[in-house]
C-alpha cells in the first residue's frame, strides 16, 4: 500500500471542499480531493441538486402543461438533454479547474479514516494510505428512503436524483412529502403535463410558514392541478407502482406511473470510519461540529451538508468562509455569528423568505407591524402576466428593524437578497421604502411593501 503525505486532505467535491482545496492550492500547500463519484465533481448542487432541477424548472415554465401529450413528451426529453448538458459542462469546468492544480491531487475513489490524521482512498485499481494534519470532511447529503414495505424494490419509484434522469414523461406522478424539494417537483412535472398527486402525512400544509402564506402556496399549486392529501400515511408501495395509503380512516389503492419520495435528506456519513479517528456524530446522524466546524478531533473539521446544518450550496461556501480563516489564524466568524440565511423555492409562482415570520415574531414576544401588498399591484409583475401571490414583511415596532420578509412572486428569488443586504447591516425598513430602483422591475415593489 503506497503511503502519501500532504498538508490537507479533503473528503468530498462539494462546494466547500472545491473552494478550499482551489485556496489552500493558491498559497502553495499541497492537496488531496477524494470523491468517489465521477459524477459529483462539484458537489449536489451542481449535479443532482440546484442546477439540474432548475434547468428542468426553466423549460417546464415554457410550457405550462400546454401541447398533445406526444408534444409534452417531446418537450421533457429535451428538456433532460439540456439538463445533461448542463451539469456535464460544469461538472466538466469544476474538475479540470483543480486537476490542472499542480498542488491538487484529486484520488477517485472511497475514502475511510483509519486514524486521527490518516484515510485510506479505495480506487479502481489500488488502495493508498494518505496522511495530513488538516482533514476537511465535505461529504454531503444524500436522499432519505422512508421504511416503507417496498419503497426500495419496487419498480417505478425514485428519489429526486433518478427524477432528474428519467426517459419518458410519467403521465400520473404521486410524490410523498409536502416539503419544499416534493413541491418543486410537483410544480416543474404539471407544468410538464403529469397529473400530480401529493401525499401529506401530516394534517398542516407547510407548518413552518405563516398560515396565508401557507396556503396561497397551496391555492397556486392547486391551480396548476397538483392534488393535495393531508394525513396520509403510506402503507406500503408494490408493483404498478401502486400504493397502499390509509387516510381519512380507511385505506385506499393510488396507482401511478412514477413515485417520487421527497421525504428528506440525510448526511453522507457511511463508511467514513469516523470512529477511528474519535469523531463524533449527532443522533440524526451528522458530523459533530462546533460554531467553528471543528469535529471532536483535533485538526478535522466538516462543511456543508454532512454537518446537519441547513442544506444550502450557499450556506457551504460560508462554511469554507468560516474554516478557511481560522487557517490563517482568525475565528471571528462562525456559525453563531452568520446572519439572516435565505432561501428560494422554485415554483411556478417563485417564494422566497428571510427571516421571522410574523408567527414567530408574535411567539417571540415582539410588538411589530406588518405590511403586506398584492403582487398584482405591481406593474413588472402585470407585464409577466403573473400576477399571483403576495408580498408580507413583518418589522419591529419598536426599533424600525426589519425581522423577516416573504415573497410570493415572480423574481422573488432575486429580490430577497436586497432584503438579506439590508437586515445584514442592520438597516431601518425605511431605507428599503425609499430607494430608488429601476423601473419596471420587481424590486421596485420594496417602495410599496415597507411604506407603512
Known amino acids: 500500500m503506497q503511503n502519501k503525505k500532504f498538508d490537507a486532505i479533503i473528503i468530498g467535491f462539494g462546494k466547500g471542499g472545491k473552494t478550499l482545496a482551489g485556496k489552500l492550492a493558491s498559497e502553495g500547500k499541497s492537496v488531496a480531493l477524494a470523491e468517489m463519484d465521477k459524477n459529483m465533481y462539484g458537489g449536489t448542487c451542481i449535479n443532482v ?48 479547474k483543480l486537476a490542472q492544480n499542480p498542488h491538487v491531487t484529486i484520488y477517485d475513489g472511497h475514502a475511510r479514516f483509519t486514524g486521527s490524521h490518516q484515510v485510506e482512498v479505495t480506487t479502481e485499481k489500488e488502495t493508498l494510505s494518505l496522511e495530513a494534519p488538516w482533514i476537511f470532511i465535505n461529504t454531503g447529503s444524500t436522499s432519505f428512503i422512508p421504511p416503507i414495505p417496498g419503497a426500495t424494490e419496487t419498480k417505478g419509484v425514485y428519489t429526486s436524483n433518478g427524477m432528474m434522469e428519467l426517459d419518458a414523461l410519467p403521465r400520473h406522478l404521486v410524490i410523498l412529502g409536502g416539503g419544499y424539494i416534493g413541491l418543486e417537483f410537483a410544480s416543474m412535472f404539471a407544468n410538464f403535463g403529469s397529473k400530480v398527486d401529493v401525499l401529506v402525512d401530516g394534517t398542516i400544509f407547510l407548518p413552518r410558514e405563516d398560515r396565508d402564506v401557507a396556503e396561497a402556496i397551496k391555492q397556486r399549486l392547486e391551480k396548476q392541478g397538483v392534488v393535495f392529501h393531508m394525513g396520509a400515511q403510506t402503507k406500503s408501495i408494490s408493483e404498478g407502482p401502486t400504493l397502499l395509503v390509509a387516510m381519512d380512516g380507511k385505506e385506499e389503492e393510488i396507482k401511478a406511473d412514477v413515485v417520487l419520495l421527497a421525504t428528506g435528506r440525510v448526511p453522507n456519513t457511511k463508511g467514513l470510519g469516523l470512529e477511528n479517528a474519535g469523531i463524533e456524530t449527532t443522533p440524526r446522524g451528522a458530523v459533530k461540529v462546533d460554531e467553528l466546524l471543528r469535529t471532536t478531533a483535533p485538526g478535522v473539521w466538516a462543511m456543508g451538508d454532512v454537518t446537519g446544518g441547513l442544506q444550502h450550496t450557499y450556506v457551504s461556501l460560508d462554511d469554507f468562509r468560516i474554516v478557511s480563516a481560522q487557517l490563517h489564524g482568525k475565528q471571528e466568524h462562525t456559525t453563531l455569528t452568520r446572519p439572516n ?80 443586504t439590508a437586515m445584514d447591516l442592520g438597516a431601518d425598513y425605511t431605507v428599503l421604502r425609499d430607494q430608488i430602483y429601476t423601473h419596471p422591475t420587481m424590486s421596485e415593489a420594496l417602495n410599496d411593501l415597507f411604506s407603512i
Not at 58 to 64: E, G, I, K
Not at 348 to 368: H, Q
Not at 379 to 408: C, E, H, N, W, Y
Open 341 to 420: 440565511i435565505p432561501y428560494s423555492v422554485f415554483l411556478s409562482t417563485p417564494y422566497a423568505r428571510i427571516g421571522m415570520n410574523e408567527d414567530e415574531a408574535k411567539k417571540a414576544g415582539l410588538e411589530v407591524k406588518v405590511s403586506k401588498i398584492p403582487t398584482a399591484s405591481i406593474p413588472k409583475a402585470q407585464v409577466l402576466r403573473a400576477t399571483d401571490g403576495f408580498l408580507k414583511a413583518v418589522i419591529d415596532a419598536k426599533s424600525g428593524k426589519i425581522l423577516g420578509v416573504m415573497l410570493l412572486c415572480p423574481e422573488s428569488y432575486e429580490m430577497i437578497n436586497i432584503v438579506k
Open 49 to 96: 441538486g440546484c442546477i439540474p432541477s432548475k434547468s428542468l424548472y426553466t423549460s417546464a415554465a415554457a410550457v405550462s402543461g400546454k401541447g398533445t401529450a406526444v408534444e409534452q413528451d417531446a418537450t421533457f426529453k429535451a428538456a433532460i438533454e439540456e439538463k445533461r448538458r448542463v451539469t456535464g459542462f460544469l461538472r466538466g469546468k469544476n474538475y479540470g
